[in-house]
Structure formats: structure tokens, C-alpha cells
């Protein structure tokens, strides 16, 4: 699966979108990329994933380049909940590979 | 979705003992993944258990140390054996929602390991 490059730790105000971007310079065709987080003390969070049309759900948009070499995960308005580590990963998707592997992640704090 | 429950939710140990980390899911699934998370690391996968078959292990763990038992579609235990302060970490049990070519994985709320 392809590797994933982001940001070690963003600050974003409160209320204001959250943009995290992630590079994927290295995807192939056939992979989705997939958005997770983590809130401290808890287990990783699915949040959306896409294989090359932008994606919204009731939790955030994810916007896919063209080229497919890069992602942006949008938080439209942050709270303070949405303090977390965020994992951007791709992966082959077919059936014997359902598997997820994390990478380093990017700390989103947003601040009051 | 899915909903996990881990037990315990966290647990003191003392070297050399082992722990059994149970995993119980609210639905039947085919797939269920453990993973540990080392302090102020990101998430390894452990090993793949499915139903009916061996657990698949990722490189760097082997079964001695950390058998999985897989006995029906809701549930899975992981046991730490021989537990040294090196396997203080966070265990977490997911599964696999959806389409198995795209669906997204449901994690457990973790069980937090200390080894003193």
C-alpha cells in the first residue's frame, strides 16, 4: 500500500474549518484513501474515505486532487472535540487486504 | 456499524505472567484485527483472526508470544504471554464493516496494558 506523508501537528481556532492535508504522491489507481482519528484514551475513529471524487458525510469533506497525489480532510467548523490524532491512509482495496496500516498521523488541537 | 467491547479495559501485570484480552462484537463478522499501540506511537497491527482458521501475523509477532483464539463470529481473545514492561501498550480489537474491498474498520476502545 502506498505511504503517506503529513503534517506531525496542526493548531486550528475553534469554529473555522480544519484543513489537514495529506500527500499520496506514490498512489495507484485501485487505491482508496481513508481519513481515521483518534481522541485521546479512545479507539480510532472512521471518519470518511474515497477513491477519486470528493466525499461529505455529516462529519467532513474530503477533497482528492485530480492527480489523486494528494487529499485534504475539511472539518467545516471545529470544536474543541475535535481535538485528536488524524490518520490519512490508502489502501488496495480487494478482498484479503482489509487490513489498515497507520501511519504517524497529524495532532490537530484546536484552540478555544 | 459495529459495537466493540474490549475487557479489561486496562490491567496492572507483573513480568513474566500472561494476560487474556477478550474482544466481543455486537454482530457477526468475518474479519477481526488486533492491534497494539505503543506509548505516544501510532497503531501496529498484531495479527488477522478469522473463524475457523489460524491467526495470519504480522511481521514481528509470533504466535507463542501472542496466541489469538477466534471460536465463533462475535468474539476473539488476544493473550500477552511472558509479559515484559516492553508490552505495556494499548491493545485494540477492530472489525471490519461494510464491504470487505471498502468498508471501514470499527475499533474497540482498548485495553491499557501495564507490566511492572
Known amino acids: 500500500d502506498a505511504k503517506t506523508t503529513q503534517p506531525t501537528s496542526m493548531d486550528c481556532a475553534e469554529g473555522r474549518a480544519a484543513n489537514l492535508p495529506c500527500n499520496h504522491s506514490?498512489?495507484?489507481?485501485?487505491?482508496?484513501v481513508y481519513w481515521y482519528r483518534q481522541i485521546h484514551s479512545q479507539g480510532p475513529q472512521y471518519i470518511i474515505h474515497g477513491l477519486k471524487n470528493n466525499e461529505t458525510n455529516e462529519m467532513a469533506s474530503l477533497i482528492i486532487t485530480e492527480d489523486r497525489k494528494s487529499s485534504t480532510l475539511i472539518l467545516p467548523h471545529a470544536t474543541l472535540r475535535d481535538t485528536a490524532v488524524y490518520y490519512c491512509?490508502?489502501?488496495?482495496?480487494?478482498?484479503?487486504?482489509?487490513?489498515?496500516?497507520f501511519g504517524t498521523g497529524t495532532r490537530l488541537t484546536i484552540i478555544p | 456499524s459495529a459495537v466493540i467491547s474490549q475487557k479489561p479495559s486496562r490491567d496492572i501485570c507483573q513480568r513474566g505472567t500472561s494476560l487474556t484480552i477478550q474482544c466481543q462484537v455486537d454482530s457477526q463478522v468475518t474479519m477481526m484485527f488486533w492491534y497494539r499501540q505503543q506509548p505516544g506511537q501510532s497503531l501496529t497491527l498484531i495479527a488477522t483472526?478469522?473463524?475457523?482458521?489460524?491467526?495470519?501475523?504480522e511481521s514481528g509477532f509470533v504466535i507463542d508470544k501472542f496466541p489469538i483464539s477466534r471460536p465463533n463470529l462475535t468474539f476473539s481473545t488476544l493473550t500477552v504471554s511472558n509479559m515484559s514492561p516492553e508490552d505495556s501498550s494499548i491493545y485494540l480489537c477492530?472489525?471490519?464493516?461494510?464491504?470487505?474491498?471498502?468498508?471501514?474498520?470499527?475499533f474497540g476502545e482498548g485495553s491499557r496494558l501495564t507490566v511492572l
Open positions: 506514490t498512489i495507484s489507481g485501485n487505491e482508496y
Open positions: 491512509i490508502v489502501r488496495v482495496a480487494y478482498f484479503g487486504n482489509e487490513k489498515l496500516t
Open positions: 477492530s472489525v471490519l464493516g461494510g464491504r470487505a474491498t471498502t468498508g471501514e474498520l470499527f
Open positions: 483472526a478469522n473463524q475457523g482458521s489460524e491467526a495470519t501475523y
